[in-house]
């Protein structure tokens, strides 16, 4: 499809203007990364409205495919108060020397779908990453037969998940959603080690719930496989776990530099292990790295890294220190020399451009 045939399309759906815009029915609970395999605790984010200045709605509603064409690496971030702060972004993005283009928050099985959440997302130039997971939260332990992928399979919530389907539809902005992510681990309930789950239920699952959303004509969804690393779980096959490449956009990978010196270290292995049965983009959808002396060196290797791998197309990082439910300080902004590293190797990286750029320049 011709730029100009995309752009006759968008432009039949204008981006109505958002006034008074207040986050309702959000109480966003934030994961805890399982770097080296334990169950992560939850972190409640209260639902705020957007704050600040620079706010603004975007003229225009893009294709999800404009948002699969863009080229360059997406830089993302997971952190409190994120997208909903804009002090909280300004201050994010001075100290990374480039606004990210990802933003990440979770959504449990017992909200809604949070369209203002999404719409924030864009009015920070940035793709919403909708982190969907098939829990009540990490209370009710790490094995929630309530939500065993069984009862996904045969349909005990396809209410609800026809309910967000059309939400998200209806919305019409395309969303990244990444569904019941690190499914190769077992601290999930909706890992086939838990909560009763039996081999080949996974796979089941999350293709009865994609056919759901094509049932529906959900369209503006990017789908994203996003497993943890093989270093905790090596056991696991991910071959097992993948729905095939006619349910996934792109596949991900969550992994922390614990003890190791350099990003290969952490990745490698695991992205080896992908490449065996799909070709797909890759977003690293949670990373940081474990304070010491090597911080800023691993940082540094990881944007060398990234530039070595072009079918790595962007990575979110998990902008947590224990104090916010981090198991570790993954943050970037740790130390001058950990911030220094990061802007660095962000000068150094050929960023994704904003999502609405494409549109904005045409």
Known sequence: MSSHQRLSRRTARLWVGVNGLILIGLAGWILAPSATGPAPEDRATPAAEPTGPGVTAPPLLPDREDILDIEGNWFGVS????????????????QAGAPPTMIQFFVHWTQDYP???????????????????????????????????RRIIDGEFDPYIEAFASAVGEHGWPVAIRFAHE???????????QSGNRPGEYVEAWRHVHDIFDELDVANVIWLWSPNILRPVPDVSLAALYPGDGYVDWIGMVGYAVEESTAAAVFDPTLAALRQFTDKPLVITETGAQPGERKAVWIEDFFGWLSGHPD???????????????????????????VAAFQDGVAATELAPPPLSEIADS
Request: proline letters at 8%.
């Open 115 to 149: 369209a203002e959440t999404v719409e924030i997302s864009y009015q920070r130039d940035a793709l919403p990453v909708l982190s969907w997971e098939p829990w009540a939260g990490l209370a009710e332990g790490t094995s929630q037969p309530d939500y065993a992928l």
């Open 183 to 193: 499914m190769n681990g077992h601290w999930f309930p909706w890992s086939e080690q």
């Open 312 to 338: 790595v197309i962007g990575f979110i990082w998990f902008e947590y220190d224990t104090d916010q439910g981090g198991h570790a300080d993954w943050r970037f902004t740790e130390t001058p020399a950990t």
């Open 79 to 94: 952190s409190p108060d994120v997208p909903w702060s804009s002090e909280r972004c300004e201050w994010l993005a001075e």
